[in-house]
């Protein structure tokens, strides 16, 4: 179980800008959860509170019961959390096989169970596997490769922020099915940030992020329209019920 | 020969040597040679003028490796030895070398070796050189290797030079010089600490039609140590020519990479590329997700770059 409890977070350097205020909320295990919301709304910011790669200003972060507010990155990871960056970072000399190697924590991680977490992605692991992490892989790829990462790594909480970005339909078709066999299998808690619907809707619960705060919660079929109407509402064209001109 | 503990890790570090060597090979040890094979297409024999030895590989030799790794193992050793190899027409072999120097005493150690590649046409020579250094004296472990190359036509070379650690200063010359048809291609990898210097400077003259010249360079710089890069392409005729150096730098360590490109030809075609730069932020945050600690993953960061 992961639970926030009345986290905030402000910046210093930008005056004191609150980018979260008082954000608590729950997450059962096993869950899938969808954070979805405006760009700027604090989504990457609470997801990377989680995983430790920013402080809280105040508020308490506890996974399975435990405090780990101030725990470190790597203490996190070694308790299960995992985090799949949105623009991942490459790596002159670093193979596939060397993340995934790194990312399983078996330093004799098979050929095939690397193809296996590659094909996952709609990678294939002849074409990849000695290829470095560098820049000769365009960035769908590089994406791609990182979530195959998290899926090596078989942590019990996944996050993944945006994982559909820069992927093309075909992989993201993939990627889908993807998820939804993980939640199927249910042995991780998945922490999804998406703006797809068919992610979405995949969701046992939808979290709606905005202005720094939680704007709206409920199930996928709740959420879905009234993210519609908050978007038509947005527009004073669409709003008047008219198409633009 | 491979006496000591001394010996023996010495020579597993520079030239991944266990018991002794397969194919031809010489094994010099403070100044003496302590340990010499040829084979039926590879001769060596000793230089009767100065300290070196000529390694002699008959024409159409394929397959086969020569080891010539260099140990120093007392204080106080200073050397110039002279290498030259004649590599026959149609060839593909692999030459080792390297030096390791142990130097527990108060006065430098110190190796030049100077290396002569005469390579015949259509053969290819994959070389590697590692340079070690190790022992808690306080005098100096010197190394300024010089590696001269001359490619015939639709020769190649591809030399990888690497500096494992642990010496204190070296001036690194390399220049190849490429016929028609012909390629050369340096990997580079070097790593510096402390107080440590590093010079290389290295040449590729492209003087043939369609010859090809690659430099990949590759270092880190911890400590004070400094290091100064000067690697040039020159294209004389219709020629590709390739630099990219790239460095990592910590701590208060102090880099200078001066790639340079000369065209004597409207065909040459010639790139260079050159980055200084610290570890990334983000890469070390993303090997820390993954449960490395931020000391593992810059050593992993480290170890790829360098590989």
Redesign the interface.
């Known amino acids: 179980m992961l639970e926030l409890q009345h986290v905030s977070y402000s910046v210093p350097e930008a005056g004191g800008l609150d980018i979260l205020r008082d954000v608590s909320l729950s997450v059962p295990d096993h869950t899938l959860v969808v954070l979805t919301g405006p760009n700027g709304g604090g989504k990457t910011t609470l997801a990377k509170l989680i995983m430790g790669l920013a402080a809280p200003t105040s508020g308490r972060i506890l996974w399975n019961g435990e405090d780990i507010t101030r725990l470190s990155i790597t203490e996190r990871a070694r308790r299960g959390i995992s985090y799949g960056f949105q623009q991942p970072p490459r790596f002159k000399g670093i193979t596939v096989r060397d993340l995934l190697t790194m990312a399983s924590g078996d330093k004799t991680l098979s050929k095939d169970r690397c193809c296996h977490f590659l094909t996952r992605v709609g990678l294939c692991a002849n074409d990849y596997l000695d290829r470095e992490v560098d820049t000769s892989l365009s960035g769908g790829e590089v994406k791609r490769i990182e979530i195959a990462s998290i899926l090596a790594r078989g942590a019990q909480l996944m996050i993944f922020d945006e994982p559909e970005a820069g992927i093309d339909l075909w992989s993201f078709s993939r990627l889908t099915e993807t998820f939804e066999q993980l939640h199927a299998k249910g042995s991780a808690t998945m922490m999804i940030i998406s703006h797809q619907e068919r992610i979405i809707s995949l969701a046992d619960e939808v979290v709606v992020v905005g202005e720094g705060k939680i704007l709206h919660r409920g199930s996928a079929d709740e959420i879905l329209p009234k993210i519609l109407s908050d978007t038509l509402g947005s527009c004073p064209v669409l709003s008047k019920g008219g198409a633009a001109q | 020969m491979m006496d000591t503990e001394v010996d023996r890790a010495l020579l597993l570090k520079i030239a991944d040597l266990v018991g002794k060597p397969v194919g031809a090979f010489n094994i010099r040890k403070d100044c003496g040679c302590d340990g010499r094979e040829s084979t039926e297409h590879i001769k060596i024999t000793g230089k009767t003028d100065k300290a070196g030895i000529d390694i002699r590989i008959a024409d159409g030799t394929k397959g086969e490796s020569c080891r010539i790794p260099v140990i120093i193992t007392k204080p106080g050793i200073t050397e110039t030895v002279y290498n030259d190899f004649y590599v026959g027409a149609g060839c593909d072999v692999d030459i080792i070398a390297g030096c390791g120097i142990h130097n527990c005493g108060g006065e430098d150690s110190r190796h030049d070796g100077v290396h002569t590649f005469y390579v015949g046409k259509g053969s290819r020579v994959h070389y590697v050189e590692k340079h070690y250094g190790e022992g808690d004296g306080t005098g100096g472990r010197i190394m300024n290797p010089q590696t001269i190359v001359y490619l015939e036509e639709g020769a190649l070379i591809q030399m990888d030079t690497i500096q494992i650690g642990g010496i204190d200063s070296t001036k690194r010359y390399t220049k190849i010089v490429c016929g028609k048809g012909a390629e050369g291609m340096i990997t580079e990898r070097l790593m510096t600490g402390g107080t440590q210097t590093a010079e290389s400077d290295m040449d590729i003259v492209l003087d043939g039609e369609d010859s090809r010249g690659r430099v990949i360079s590759?270092s880190v710089a911890r400590g004070s140590s400094s290091q100064l890069f000067r690697p040039c392409v020159q294209g004389n005729a219709k020629c590709f020519g390739h630099v990219q150096c790239?460095s990592i730098i910590m701590d208060d360590a102090k880099i200078r990479s001066v790639p340079e490109i000369a065209a004597y030809s409207t065909e040459a075609q010639l790139i260079h590329e050159a980055a200084i730069g610290k570890i990334?932020g983000?890469?070390l945050?993303?090997?820390?997700?993954?449960?490395?600690?931020?000391e593992e993953a810059e050593d992993?960061?480290l170890?790829?770059?360098?590989?």
Do not use: P, V
Not at chain 2, 303 to 307: D, M, Q, S, T
């Open positions: 590759r790239d990334a983000d890469q945050l993303k090997l820390e997700t993954l449960g490395l600690t931020e992993r960061i170890k790829g770059f360098l590989a």
